[in-house]
Nanobody
Framework: QVQLVESGGGLVQAGGSLRLSCAAS????????MAWFRQAPGNEREFVAA????????SYVDSVKGRFTISRDNAEKTVYLQMNSLKPEDTALYYC????????????????????WGQGTQVTVSS
């Protein structure tokens, strides 16, 4: 069982930066593939980025490539999402997700691929 708690959201002007954090409980954090999803009002939840449990393989949605970076600190049991050059269309509730994984390949991008979810942290980008 893993519990996830996000933090770091807030209000920022377009072009600014934020770093989201997701702190996880549990003793086997290093075996979990971690991901960020987001959901804007009226939209479905969408994949943003993922970091595999081993080997450092990552995935990003095209709209954030080159602007967002996902990273993890297994000792701190924390995954981060560094968001630069933020745009108003990045405004959403951002969720952290986790799945116990044995795959060494590219991390999954579907929300149904993940078993554990945080409560979300709001990111608002003003124009």
């Amino acid at each position: 069982q893993v519990q996830l708690v996000e933090s770091g959201g807030g209000l920022v002007q377009a072009g600014g930066s934020l770093r989201l954090s997701c702190a996880a409980s549990g003793r086997t954090f290093s075996r979990y593939t971690m991901a960020w999803f987001r959901q804007a009002p009226g939209n479905e939840r969408e994949f943003v980025a993922a970091h595999n449990w081993a080997g450092g393989s990552t995935s990003y949605v095209d709209s954030v490539k080159g602007r967002f970076t996902i990273s993890r600190d297994n000792a701190e049991k924390t995954v981060y999402l560094q968001m630069n050059s933020l745009k108003p269309e990045d405004t959403a509730l951002y969720y952290c997700a986790a799945v116990l994984s044995t795959s060494w390949g590219t991390p999954p991008v579907g929300q149904h691929d993940y078993d554990y979810w945080g409560q979300g942290t709001q990111v608002t980008v003003s124009s």
